[in-house]
């Protein structure tokens, strides 16, 4: 990545450079956050910086700064506290290091004492504390919105440690699924996914959702059981990684068996790939959406799971009885990468498809964003009975419900970036290297 995370900032500094001038403000402050405790606790939560300054610094530690005013160098204000109590951070290191102007503090409130800060007008960005009191207008929108709005836009820089979070997720998944298919359980696959990249629980971008069999039904499921239930007939992994605070955010199910289920997993893998294939500059993100409930329709049909015809099985809804949720949505420092609703860089919200409330992202596809597409098929209950009290339990095919409800269901999700020519998908590229 030689050279890519110094065209990445200076991509940020001209970005920061025009919204700052727009808006009013000579400089801008972001700080990383800090450490936060559960009440009448003084043990902290896992750190988790600020997503705005984590697109400008790899490696970020509590209680640190980036200070940048247009035209000059950004300064890196970094606390390093004199601690026996805990492992102070490693002070920063490599490229990403010498494109800043270091300023190493041992208290956070040392940023008041910045000269460049008492003149001038400043936007902070992150939580307010007592280091930034006073130093500016926190979070103004003028500057927030457009930033948050660009960051769809992924840098090369980005893109490449998307992709190299992506190779360890796709390690992990296969690490995984090996120990699913060893007689491991819920909590036993868990670890082995860790184990295979050598992270933290904490470490994770999000918690792993480990998924036997009918708890794939619950589309968050964020148990871990500790043993295996006899006769596991499905196996739903949806986990993800990091790399310099970058995600990826992978999903896979598997079969135990060759059986009707397994059929149903190659049919929405296929339908999956043609959806992946619609990722290109100037896609409506809802038409994906919608071509989506088609191809669920198709394979609904095909599986004998439901009866009529494509148009019948979404006007009616019934596709969404079996797919509830959106197709994807935007990925980068955070799994749900901000700005998916945006109509513009100054805010507003481009709406979703009527009756589809769940959808996270609405925009026009630009190359360099990175999507996930994840279309799923599902057993859930409370959808399953609401179906079955209306019109649509005629075009149900229950007996087959019954004999693949203990499956719970099926998610496929990759990673995928819109290009010129074919689209980029991060997730099928790792795990051909990872195979």
């Not at 098929?377 to 009290?389: C, K, M, N, P, Q």
Request: net charge negative; with cysteine; charged share 20%.
């Amino acid at each position: 990545m030689e050279g890519l995370y110094h065209d990445h900032l200076q991509r940020l500094c001209a970005r920061a450079d025009a919204v700052l001038a727009a808006a009013g403000y000579d400089g801008l402050v972001i700080a990383s956050g800090s450490l936060q405790s559960p009440y009448l606790d003084d043990n902290a939560w896992p750190f988790r910086p600020n997503p705005r300054f984590q697109v400008w610094v790899p490696a970020p530690a509590p209680d640190c700064f980036v200070v940048y005013r247009p035209g000059q160098r950004p300064g890196l204000v970094f606390h390093q506290p004199e601690d026996y109590w805990y492992q102070p951070p490693p002070l920063p290191q490599g490229e990403y290091a010498a494109a800043f102007e270091p300023c190493i503090v041992r208290n956070p409130v040392e940023l008041q004492h910045r000269p460049e800060l008492r003149r001038g007008r400043w936007a902070v960005l992150g939580e307010p504390c007592a280091a930034t009191a006073g130093l500016g207008d926190h979070d103004p929108a003028p500057v927030c919105l457009p930033l948050d709005y660009a960051r769809a836009v992924k840098s090369g820089y980005e893109l490449a440690c998307m992709a190299q979070a992506s190779l360890a997720g796709a390690r992990a998944h296969r690490a995984a699924a090996a120990a699913f298919l060893d007689g491991a359980g819920e909590y036993a696959v868990h670890q082995a996914y860790c184990a295979a990249i050598r992270v933290r629980e904490a470490e994770l971008p999000y918690n792993n959702i480990v998924a036997f069999g009918a708890h794939a039904a619950v589309l968050h499921y964020q148990q871990l059981e500790r043993q295996r239930p006899p006769d596991v007939r499905s196996f739903l992994l949806d986990a993800g990684a990091r790399y310099a605070g970058y995600c990826c955010d992978i999903t896979r199910t598997h079969a135990a068996h060759e059986d009707r289920f397994a059929a149903l997993v190659r049919a929405l893998d296929a339908a999956q790939q043609r959806l992946a294939g619609q990722v290109r500059p100037g896609t409506d993100y809802r038409d994906i959406h919608l071509a989506a409930h088609r191809e669920i329709a198709g394979v609904l049909i095909e599986a004998g799971l439901v009866h009529g015809s494509t148009d019948e099985a979404v006007a009616t809804g019934l596709t969404g009885v079996f797919f509830p949720h959106g197709i994807g949505h935007l990925l980068g420092v955070q799994v749900h990468d901000t700005g998916g609703l945006m109509a513009g860089p100054d805010g507003g919200v481009r709406p979703r498809p009527d009756g589809h409330p769940t959808l996270r992202l609405t925009r026009m596809l630009e190359a360099g964003m990175a999507v996930t597409i994840e279309p799923g098929v599902y057993f859930i209950e409370s959808l399953l009975a609401a179906a079955a009290a209306d019109q649509r339990r005629q075009r149900i095919n229950w007996p087959l419900v019954a004999e693949l409800r203990s499956c719970g269901g099926i998610r496929i999700e990759d990673n995928v970036v819109p290009q010129d020519g074919a689209p980029r998908n991060l997730t099928r590229a790792a795990f051909a290297a990872a195979a």
